[in-house]
């Protein structure tokens, strides 16, 4: 009878607890794995989520959390779980790439996250841009440590598109064939070989320049005790011109006046003294003004007393 009553009672308790013994709701579960996590900045990496359970379906998101506050959206919710993902260069902190994984059968969610070191290659200086030619524009720039080379790059808005000028080992470009006062923007980049694969720096700002070809004084003779007179060459794309005066012709050359046409005449001068000129074209588009190469001096002397 004791046998009965303790199996009797160990059933009771088998049947009790039998909740207890069933296995759990599945619950979902990511793995965020990065195909690198110490790449170079714009290289392209495979963000892919691993380790996946739940009851589904699943959809997911990946976003970059920059670990000074940046945040953006690489994929939106999507049933797809891998993305690749150019690394942008942030400064010298590491950066976060967060998964985020939704389970649509028992709406649970769960966040998964790697962290990037970003290696930089050094950008080089924003170019200096300037017209060397009625078709021509001169881009330079300062260089960089262990740099293999430099693309520029050129368009026709600061916005884009931009298109490879030239690869060069140079610190200097010449992009010619281009359109007389017409702005064109350059950007570039630095090149270097790191481990046997090409790396690339960010682009520093564009900078735009205009191509204006160097005009020619025609005469320049005085017009009285106190004034000469100037003409010279149209430069085509020119909107006005920039006359400089000094009173030698090695001296530090001073705005003498503006004009849209091609000839002036400067006054408040002494009589019977010889100054030297130099004509600078320019090209004026919206709120910008865009200045060609300076011409050689001329000189000029006013009537004596």
Same mark, same amino acid.
């Given at each position: 009878m004791?046998?009965?009553?303790a199996a ?10 039998a909740p207890?013994a069933s296995?759990?709701?599945?619950m979902?579960t990511a793995?965020?794995?990065a ?8 290289d ?13 379906p699943c959809?997911?998101a ?8 940046g945040?953006?959206?690489?994929q ?6 891998y993305?690749?993902?150019v690394?942008p ?15 649509a059968?028992?709406n649970?969610?769960?966040?998964s ?5 970003v290696s930089a290659?050094?950008?080089?200086s ?14 330079s720039?300062?260089?960089v440590p262990d740099?293999?080379?430099y ?11 931009f298109?490879?000028a030239?690869?060069?080992?140079a ?13 064109y ?9 790191v ?8 682009? *520093?700002? #564009?900078? !735009?320049g /205009? +191509?204006? @070809?160097?005009p ?5 003779? $005085? ?5 000469? *007179?100037? #003409?010279? !060459?149209? /430069? +085509?794309? @020119?909107t006005?011109y920039?006359?400089?005066?000094? $009173?030698?012709p090695?001296g530090?050359?001073?705005?003498a006046?503006?004009?849209?046409a091609?000839?002036g005449v ?5 009589p ?13 588009i919206y709120?910008d003004?865009y200045?060609?190469?300076v011409?050689?001096y ?7 007393q």
């Amino acid at each position: 009878m004791k046998r009965f009553f303790a199996a009797l009672a160990c059933a009771a308790l088998l049947l009790g607890f039998a909740p207890l013994a069933s296995p759990p709701a599945r619950m979902v579960t990511a793995q965020l794995w990065a195909s690198d996590t110490t790449p170079y900045a714009n290289d392209t990496i495979r963000l892919e989520v691993r380790n996946v359970a739940g009851v589904g379906p699943c959809q997911y998101a990946f976003d970059f959390v920059d670990h000074m506050g940046g945040f953006r959206t690489i994929q939106g919710l999507s049933a797809r779980d891998y993305c690749y993902y150019v690394v942008p260069y942030t400064g010298n902190h590491p950066q976060d790439i967060m998964v985020t994984v939704l389970d649509a059968g028992d709406n649970s969610y769960k966040e998964s996250i790697v962290t990037l070191y970003v290696s930089a290659v050094l950008q080089p200086s924003t170019p200096k841009v300037e017209a060397v030619g009625g078709s021509a524009i001169r881009v330079s720039w300062n260089g960089v440590p262990d740099a293999d080379g430099y693309e520029v790059w050129w368009g026709e808005s600061e916005k884009g598109p931009f298109r490879l000028a030239k690869y060069t080992a140079a610190l200097s470009y010449t992009k010619t064939y281009l359109k007389p006062g017409t702005r064109y923007w350059f950007k570039v980049r630095t090149v270097q070989m790191v481990g046997g694969q090409r790396k690339i720096s960010n682009f *520093r700002s #564009a900078r !735009a320049g /205009v +191509p204006l @070809a160097k005009p020619s004084i025609l005469s320049a003779a $005085a017009a009285g005790k106190d004034r000469v *007179r100037l #003409a010279w !060459a149209a /430069v +085509p794309g @020119a909107t006005g011109y920039r006359v400089l005066m000094c $009173a030698s012709p090695a001296g530090m050359y001073t705005e003498a006046f503006t004009t849209s046409a091609t000839y002036g005449v400067k006054t408040g001068l002494l009589p019977g003294k010889t100054y030297w000129f130099k004509v600078q074209p320019y090209t004026r588009i919206y709120r910008d003004s865009y200045y060609g190469p300076v011409s050689a001096y001329r000189a000029a002397a006013t009537l004596p007393q």
